[in-house]
């Protein structure tokens, strides 16, 4: 009896250790093929493949970015992995991967930002540059000069489908006095270039889409302003070339002030950008120029915004500051002197010993 007893024992203990055996190599098969599911599309193919992770997106759709440029092996193992891979710091940029490379490999370097696979290929649209120099600093990444890019940027009928998808672009950018109609619209910032972006107008939308995303949350404060975008933006383009991020928003206040008593901005920054030059000493005859973004000669804002603006420099616009100001100047260090009338003005000039902008 007792035999019968320790064969039934040693027979369950077979059955238990078959059955624990079975599920092992069940758990083995499916991680062996979950494991290939991660591993490269192409091992050893080094070919480099540009992607773009835009902000905001998440794991989950990083997993069809990834998959949309031949880069991953399966979707469902991809899309387990994102969910479980504790992917939760992911660093929009443009990355350079190849087919060589395992998904959870890609995951990490989006994860971290890590700058080894970071596209090194930017154009960065600076702060304060004019169109023409934004043209050129494209040039040199785009497979197109400055001038067809300005080309471009001048044709009307470009410029008009344009305007039919941005809601801040109006029919004010096509007027004869404005010297270029997106001057000032391609916000300010560094953008990455990859093979999604690479033509003259996927670029500037790219721009018009940052500037979209800026410009939509100060709308109903523009529309309380008094300015339509068109002059909100070309105010905010000259205190942007007029002084630094800390004295504009005073600046933008004395520029106000002068709008509000009808007098000219006197603002030697529109006189430069009739000739397409940067803070330079003006000669007699520029000054006296009968174009309208002389604002020495005319009063009120100039036909259009002068160089490319951030966000800092709109905000200084809309929250100036309140003073009875009236003139200013920049000393040698950049530091801008205000003063209340013109008298304090020329009298702080002559203590400096300086000639500047008013």
């Keep these: 009896m007792s035999q019968t007893k320790?064969?039934?024992?040693?027979?369950?203990?077979?059955?238990?250790?078959s059955l624990i055996i079975a599920v092992l190599a069940i758990l083995l098969v499916i991680t062996g093929v979950y494991a290939f599911g991660l591993s490269p599309v192409d091992p050893g193919n080094d070919e480099a493949i540009v992607v773009d992770i835009p902000?905001?997106?998440?794991?989950?759709?990083?997993?069809?970015?990834?998959?949309?440029?031949?880069?991953v092996r399966n979707v469902f193992f991809a899309k387990i992995n994102a969910r479980i891979g504790r992917y939760n710091s992911l660093q929009a940029n443009a990355y350079i991967f190849s087919k060589g490379m395992s998904f959870p490999k890609m995951m990490n370097a989006i994860n971290k930002g890590s700058f080894e696979y970071i596209s090194?290929?930017?154009?960065?649209?600076?702060?304060?540059?004019?169109?023409e120099q934004v043209a050129a600093a494209m040039s040199k990444e785009l497979d197109f000069s400055a001038q067809e890019i300005m080309d471009?940027?001048?044709?009307?009928?470009?410029?008009?489908?344009?305007?039919?998808?941005?809601?801040?672009l109006t029919d004010e950018i096509l007027s004869d006095d404005v010297i270029y109609p997106l001057e000032g619209?391609?916000?300010?910032?560094?953008?990455f270039v990859t093979t999604e972006n690479s033509?003259?107008?996927?670029?500037?939308?790219?721009c018009l889409?940052?500037?979209?995303?800026?410009?939509?949350?100060?709308?109903?404060?523009i529309k309380a302003s008094g300015f339509t975008v068109h002059k909100f933006l070309t105010l905010t383009s000259i205190v942007t070339k007029e002084a630094r991020a800390g004295d504009q928003p005073e600046v933008a206040g004395v520029f106000i002030n002068r709008l509000n008593k009808n007098m000219s901005l006197g603002s030697d920054v529109t006189v430069c950008y009739i000739f397409q030059e940067d803070r330079v000493e003006l000669k007699v005859s520029q000054l006296e120029s009968d174009n309208p973004y002389n604002t020495r000669k005319f009063e009120g804002l100039p036909p259009g915004p002068i160089c490319q603006v951030v966000g800092e420099?709109?905000?200084?616009?809309?929250?100036y500051k309140k003073t009875d100001n009236i003139y200013f100047f920049a000393d040698a260090d950049g530091k801008v002197h205000f003063f209340k009338t013109q008298a304090e003005f020329e009298k702080g000039i002559e203590e400096i010993g300086l000639l500047q902008d008013d």
Aim: net charge positive.
């Design 313 to 319: 420099g709109m905000d200084a616009v809309l929250k």
């Design 185 to 191: 619209y391609l916000y300010a910032d560094t953008y």
């Design 6 to 17: 320790n064969k039934k024992q040693v027979g369950k203990k077979r059955k238990r250790l």
């Design 120 to 131: 090194k290929r930017s154009v960065e649209v600076a702060d304060g540059a004019r169109l």
């Design 209 to 221: 889409d940052r500037m979209d995303a800026e410009l939509t949350p100060r709308k109903d404060q």
């Design 152 to 168: 471009k940027w001048s044709d009307k009928k470009y410029i008009k489908k344009l305007i039919d998808k941005y809601w801040f």
């Design 199 to 206: 033509t003259i107008e996927e670029f500037t939308e790219m």
């Design 55 to 71: 902000s905001g997106t998440g794991a989950s759709q990083v997993v069809y970015i990834l998959d949309d440029a031949g880069l």
